[in-house]
């Protein structure tokens, strides 16, 4: 990526009123959180966030979205063409996406699981981070003050269940504000 285009979503995220808060992860393989999401808007921020600092987020995106045209562009943008159909296929996908990354592999998604009030968040963050090898960061992007972040650290045990509930209560206390408050619960 170039620094002109980073300088680019650097100025695009201010000029819509963002402030980011601290750098990317320092690991070269990490899982990050992306809370709370209820909007399609989010991925938008997100990705001119961590684009403006200098680094790459990798996305899963189910497989049928990566014909052409499309597919290129997802690529190129950091997405994993994943087969949603079956947990251990995309976890699977995951790790060899980050076999083969040049460089860093900061893979980052929603453990809400959809844009929908969701009250128990899914746990293959978990599984993959478990997998990989790796940490968790609890990014956040706060509508109400409009402040993005990967957040801070988080090292998986073995309780993925515990892990999950202990990170929504951290969020839960951050007091976030999403883009449609009415879709976003932490417990």
Known sequence: MSSG???FCGWALRKMGWTVDGDAAS??????LGVPHTSIADF?????????????AHIMIKKE???WPLGPLLKSLGCIPVDRSNGATVLRSVIT????????FHLCLSPEGTRQPVHKWKMGYHKMARALGCPVYLGYFDWGTKHIGVGRRFDPGDDPRADTDRIQQIYEDMH????????YVTK
């Open 44 to 56: 938008l921020v997100s990705y001119l966030f961590y684009t403006s600092i200098g680094h790459t």
């Open 27 to 32: 690991e070269r393989v990490c899982v990050i």
């Open 65 to 67: 979205f990566f014909h």
């Open 5 to 7: 285009w980073s300088r």
């Open 97 to 104: 996406a980050a076999e083969k990354a040049e460089g860093e």
């Open 176 to 183: 976030l504000g999403a883009r449609h408050p009415e879709l």
